[in-house]
């Protein structure tokens, strides 16, 4: 209960003149000194005395007005006389004005009073009291800042709903001195997470328990709530474990688009220590994909409030905000991701053991609909970001080079000889197969290595860099978060155009950067792939059409590799004709690992898979293809 201020006219005792100070003729010489004095640290030409009349020396009055700055020590403060001084007997009361810059450059301006008294017959004095600082504060109190949270905005798709929202957790722990056996209750719960498929990393356990508090909580894991209840029963009766309930702004599943959308965590060490002015503990900050890079735009602008602060003898604390600066939510952002699209694409690469990224594409307007990654769908967005040879799959580029530049036609006789060397080195086909003399379309639906590599000469560097470059390979677009847009080889030498244009060599791509090439050829002109809607990114990019016969033709041998060729294990897919290229890409020399890609469309939809080390095209990424189309048309 806050004590009342004792009336300052029942002030009795005098204070003698050799504590006190110096005093003024008049009320308002007395106050000026007394605000010139506190700007500066020096009230020894002030007399001082308090509410009750007791002695107090100027120097204790000093070290009083520090002590209740509380957290506004280091803040700039303003005070000024406000108005006249009014006298009623020996008592004067003059307004003074107080204006704190808090941080964040907030302002904070009120009014206040001091009075004074001369009932010393030693001129006018300063009547100490804290409420001088401010009219509320009292002894023993001191002003505090509390942060006030911002709403944080969330991630929209194109319609406006959201996809992040408010789910429940559980953060699975434990506490030192609850723990009986500690391996025993290691394995545990390293098998129990494993049927929730997380995998968390118990072996630093033994050392973080020996170096805690025996009541400390030493956090593992936060599973959603609906994953939680799978292993509560195995989890809960165990000697050592605690858990804690909150709700956390979270997608609609634990995979869904997780390294495009990133999390919202407490913020960590390394996050205070980057952005000192910004952050505090507790504050809740993006990190990794989009909530990362748009943490600022997301979270807001934090209030802050001033409370005047006193702590019981129990160690409570009570609090009263004397002064409020309303926070500034944050705004949402506006993305294309389809939920439907996404959760196709995300379960589809949930039987890949392999690292393994998918992107999904609207060819009609370039919108990013599935942005996957597996089987740790929070790592590396190697989706978007990943550097990787394409293989067989930029047969596709190559392919509209020749046909756009007329060097061949779908049906000119190339020949596919078992094997063929170019300036010393000699290339291969898959299997050592060996086609003879079949037209161009047989040879691209089978992906003859040796047929491409011969043709390397007629399509020229320059003829493979512009057909690139007319497929967006390599362009200036921007989805509004980090993509790599792909880098082609200059094919400065014989072999390094002939490994080129069949895809290996220094060519490198990224899955959305082979999904916004086969989106091009689908729809006849190059389109900018688009994720971030709102706020728009600069520099998106601009559309270029592409020659029509040669993209019919090219269209026609990419269905020939689903119903005759590489693909067929696609032939059967629910919905439209599926039309598409393999491809296996060799990333290491001397080394016969692969990476696994398929490219194609179907209806308005392109997409790209890329399995690391995953084999052949028709090992891995098909298999993931035919789930994904399978998931989409039920």
């Not at 997470?193 to 995998?199: A, M, N, Y």
């Not at 630093?204 to 593992?220: I, Q, Y």
């Not at 190339?414 to 086609?435: A, I, Y």
Request: charge should be neutral.
């Amino acid at each position: 209960m806050r004590r009342p201020i004792i009336g300052l006219t029942t002030l009795l005792v005098l204070v003698t003149g050799g504590l006190a100070g110096c005093s003024g003729e008049e009320p308002q010489d007395t106050v000026v000194a007394f605000l010139n004095g506190w700007k500066s640290g020096d009230l020894s030409k002030v007399g001082f005395v308090t509410a009750d009349g007791g002695k107090i020396s100027s120097a204790d009055v000093l070290t009083g007005i520090k002590d209740f700055y509380g957290d506004l020590k280091d803040q700039p403060l303003a005070v000024s006389v406000a108005g006249d001084p009014k006298t009623t007997g020996d008592i004067a009361t003059t307004p003074i004005d107080l204006k704190w810059t808090l941080p964040g450059n907030v302002s904070w301006e009120y009014k206040s009073s001091v009075q004074m008294t001369k009932r010393s017959g030693d001129g006018w004095q300063v009547i100490w009291e804290p409420a001088v600082l401010h009219p509320t504060l009292e002894r023993g109190e001191k002003f505090r800042l509390r942060r006030v949270a911002a709403e944080r905005g969330t991630i929209l798709d194109a319609s406006g709903k959201a996809l992040i929202g408010p789910q429940k957790v559980v953060t699975i722990g434990v506490s030192p001195e609850k723990i009986k056996d500690l391996k025993s209750l290691s394995g545990s719960l390293t098998a129990a997470f494993k049927r929730v498929g997380v995998d968390v990393d118990v072996a630093g356990l033994e050392e973080r328990v020996g170096k805690a508090d025996p009541g400390a909580f030493l956090e593992l894991v936060t599973l959603r709530r609906s994953d939680y209840d799978k292993i509560r029963d195995a989890v809960r009766p165990l000697p050592g474990t605690v858990f804690r309930e909150e709700t956390r702004q979270l997608a609609p599943t634990r995979v869904f688009a997780r390294a495009l959308l990133g999390t919202v965590d407490p913020a960590t060490k390394e996050d205070l220590d980057k952005r000192p002015e910004e952050l505090t503990a507790g504050d809740q900050v993006g990190h990794g994909g989009l909530q990362g890079k748009y943490d600022p735009v997301l979270r807001g602008t934090p209030g802050l409030s001033v409370v005047v602060s006193a702590e019981a003898a129990d160690e409570s604390v009570q609090d009263e905000p004397v002064f409020t600066a309303k926070p500034v939510a944050g705004k949402s952002i506006k993305i294309t991701l389809d939920t439907a699209t996404q959760n196709a694409a995300d379960q589809a690469l949930v039987a890949e053991k392999q690292p393994s990224s998918m992107v999904a594409l609207r060819i009609s307007d370039g919108a990013v609909l599935a942005v996957a990654n597996g089987p740790d769908a929070g790592g590396v967005n190697t989706a978007l970001t990943g550097q990787v040879p394409p293989g067989s799959t930029y047969k596709m580029v190559s392919a509209y080079g020749l046909l756009a530049s007329a060097k061949v036609t779908a049906d000119s006789t190339v020949n596919c000889p078992k094997t063929v060397t170019v300036d010393g080195r000699t290339f291969k086909n898959s299997h050592d197969e060996e086609l003879g003399k079949v037209p161009f379309h047989v040879d691209f639906a089978k992906s003859c290595n040796t047929a491409f590599a011969g043709l390397a000469p007629k399509l020229g560097a320059e003829g493979l860099a512009s057909a690139s470059s007319a497929l967006g390979i390599g362009g200036g677009w921007n989805i509004g978060i980090d993509a790599y847009t792909g880098k082609v080889s200059d094919g400065a030498t014989g072999p390094e155009l002939a490994a080129a244009t069949f895809g290996q060599g220094s060519t490198a791509v990224s899955p959305i950067s082979m999904a916004a090439a086969t989106a091009a050829v689908a729809k006849g002109g190059f389109q900018p792939p688009k994720l971030v809607l709102d706020p728009a990114p600069a520099a998106a990019g601009t559309t270029a059409a592409l020659d029509p016969n040669a993209v019919t033709a090219l269209r026609s041998m990419m269905r020939e590799v689903v119903t005759g060729g590489t693909g067929t294990a696609l032939k059967s897919v629910p919905g439209k004709p599926v039309y598409g290229k393999t491809g296996t890409a060799e990333f290491a020399e001397g080394s016969d690992a692969t990476h696994s890609w398929f490219i194609g469309y179907q209806g308005d939809v392109a997409f790209a898979v890329m399995v690391q080390k995953g084999g052949a095209g028709a090992e891995a990424a098909v298999p993931i293809v035919k789930r994904f189309l399978t998931t989409l048309n039920k």
